[in-house]
């Protein structure tokens, strides 16, 4: 069989759905908070020099940046249609063998490609204070901006971490000379640059949208971020925690001859966005039922981005329930065990790094509009599944 008729004959048993291997990617920066259920034996699975695993992403068409180290393929999915290893293909092979099949015509003629993924991110410790670059500001270094959401699952935060607080953007009595002043501090002494922000405590079953340009520092409770096609940030923040976060953290994704230029630095914020005064009620995003029954309750817990959205599914302890969505999406299982569509599908409780498993997949749209049958097979827990879309998932607006 060649490997795009193993590409369609997946794609025809799936009935339009794809089973998705496990992808964990270590950073070489801070802590894990090891609720990324992988063997605790596993967090160096890529040896000291990479860092530990902090991070699993779903539905990623796209590699981390992640410095020389890091294999080719880092941070992209891949398609298990069998259930051994040796059968893996690319995710971002299928879409491109499959297109409009697949992802629908909207987004493969506006995008070529699936334009968006997800992702656990898992930290002990807060995050630098850093922002995502804009798409024109990206564009000048060869890559794309980066907007981008959260939402913190109860399912995976046993913990808080040191820290369960976000900050985002500075306070509004703020200047621009003021923070530029503490990133001309980056290479003598701790910028202490957060004193400017304002800190939300995190709120779990809640979230936030981020939008490119704004400065955010994380906080430590394990976050699921569905974001665009994108690995690009400068980091305003140099140390954090006692650790020290060198100058090329905060230009690296500067053009060369603009890497001693706080100015050029400066101009990748949106500072109108930043000192909003309103941040919390333009930004925070709390659950919006997007349908309910007697069998599930489904939510929509990132929406009006423009970019991303997704929905946390709950089928309740023996039920069965058909949900129609108006795109293709990516899904991972955060609680409990059933089917999805004819596939068997549970979540993981402990993963070895490089093995297979049955919590994550991908589905076309076509099988999305028609309805996917989801079954709980447990009798005394619920089966929950995160969904995350690209920009025509449907979601509701605000304001």
Same mark, same amino acid.
């Given at each position: 069989?060649?490997?795009?008729?193993?590409?369609?004959?997946?794609?025809?048993?799936?009935?339009?759905?794809?089973?998705?291997?496990?992808?964990?990617?270590?950073?070489?920066?801070?802590?894990?908070?090891?609720?990324?259920?992988?063997?605790?034996?596993?967090?160096?699975?890529?040896?000291?020099?990479?860092?530990?695993?902090?991070?699993?992403?779903?539905?990623?068409?796209? @590699?981390?940046?992640?410095?020389? *180290?890091?294999?080719?393929? &880092?941070?992209?999915?891949? /398609?298990?249609?069998? !259930?051994?290893? $040796?059968?893996?293909?690319?995710?971002?092979?299928?879409?491109?063998?499959?297109?409009?099949?697949?992802?629908?015509?909207?987004?493969?003629?506006?995008?070529?490609?699936?334009?968006?993924?997800?992702?656990?991110?898992?930290?002990? @410790?807060?995050?630098?204070?850093? *922002?995502?670059?804009?798409? &024109?500001?990206?564009?000048? /270094?060869?890559?794309? !901006?980066?907007? $981008?959401?959260?939402?913190?699952?109860?399912?995976?935060?046993?913990?808080?971490?040191?820290?369960?607080?976000?900050?985002?953007?500075?306070?509004?009595?703020?200047?621009?000379?003021?923070?530029?002043?503490?990133?001309?501090?980056?290479?003598?002494?701790?910028?202490?640059?957060?004193?400017?922000?304002?800190?939300?405590?995190?709120?779990?079953?809640? !979230?936030?949208?981020?939008?490119?340009?704004?400065?955010?520092?994380?906080?430590?409770?394990?976050?699921?971020?569905?974001?665009?096609?994108?690995?690009?940030?400068?980091?305003?923040?140099?140390?954090?925690?006692?650790?020290?976060?060198?100058?090329?953290?905060?230009?690296?994704?500067?053009?060369?001859?603009?890497?001693?230029?706080?100015?050029?630095?400066?101009?990748?914020?949106?500072?109108?966005?930043?000192?909003?005064?309103?941040?919390?009620?333009?930004?925070?995003?709390?659950?919006?039922?997007?349908?309910?029954?007697?069998?599930?309750?489904?939510?929509?817990?990132?929406?009006?981005?423009?970019?991303?959205?997704?929905?946390?599914?709950?089928?309740?302890?023996?039920?069965?329930?058909?949900?129609?969505?108006?795109?293709?999406?990516?899904?991972?299982?955060?609680?409990?065990?059933?089917?999805?569509?004819?596939?068997?599908?549970?979540?993981?409780?402990?993963?070895?790094?490089?093995?297979?498993?049955?919590?994550?997949?991908?589905?076309?749209?076509?099988?999305?509009?028609?309805?996917?049958?989801?079954?709980?097979?447990?009798?005394?827990?619920?089966?929950?599944?995160?969904?995350?879309?690209?920009?025509?998932?449907?979601?509701?607006?605000?304001?």
């Amino acid at each position: 069989m060649t490997a795009l008729s193993k590409i369609r004959d997946a794609f025809e048993k799936g009935e339009g759905v794809l089973r998705l291997a496990p992808v964990f990617v270590p950073r070489r920066f801070s802590s894990a908070g090891q609720r990324l259920r992988l063997h605790p034996d596993d967090y160096y699975a890529l040896g000291t020099a990479r860092g530990s695993i902090k991070e699993r992403w779903f539905s990623s068409v796209i @590699a981390a940046m992640n410095g020389p *180290l890091a294999p080719a393929d &880092e941070g992209m999915s891949y /398609v298990d249609p069998t !259930g051994r290893i $040796e059968d893996r293909f690319l995710f971002r092979d299928a879409v491109a063998e499959l297109g409009a099949d697949i992802i629908g015509p909207e987004l493969k003629a506006k995008y070529g490609t699936w334009p968006m993924y997800s992702k656990f991110f898992d930290f002990n @410790a807060p995050l630098f204070l850093h *922002l995502h670059l804009r798409e &024109e500001d990206a564009r000048r /270094v060869g890559r794309k !901006g980066k907007p $981008e959401a959260y939402y913190f699952p109860p399912q995976l935060n046993n913990h808080p971490g040191l820290f369960p607080h976000t900050y985002f953007g500075f306070d509004p009595d703020m200047t621009r000379d003021e923070v530029r002043a503490r990133l001309a501090l980056y290479r003598q002494t701790d910028n202490r640059v957060t004193e400017l922000s304002r800190a939300y405590r995190i709120q779990l079953g809640t !979230g936030w949208y981020t939008p490119p340009g704004v400065v955010h520092a994380p906080g430590s409770y394990l976050t699921y971020e569905p974001q665009w096609n994108s690995d690009v940030n400068s980091v305003y923040e140099n140390i954090v925690n006692h650790e020290v976060y060198p100058y090329e953290f905060l230009v690296e994704n500067c053009p060369e001859e603009s890497k001693e230029d706080l100015d050029y630095v400066m101009s990748l914020m949106d500072w109108e966005a930043n000192v909003d005064p309103s941040y919390r009620k333009t930004y925070f995003r709390p659950p919006l039922v997007a349908s309910e029954s007697e069998q599930h309750v489904e939510k929509w817990v990132v929406y009006a981005t423009g970019y991303i959205a997704a929905k946390e599914l709950t089928v309740h302890p023996g039920a069965s329930v058909t949900i129609r969505d108006a795109a293709a999406y990516g899904c991972v299982l955060t609680q409990g065990h059933g089917k999805v569509g004819v596939f068997d599908a549970e979540t993981a409780t402990m993963l070895r790094f490089g093995q297979l498993s049955a919590d994550e997949y991908f589905v076309s749209e076509k099988a999305a509009r028609a309805g996917l049958t989801i079954v709980n097979l447990s009798k005394v827990e619920p089966l929950v599944m995160l969904k995350h879309f690209g920009p025509n998932a449907g979601d509701p607006t605000i304001g």
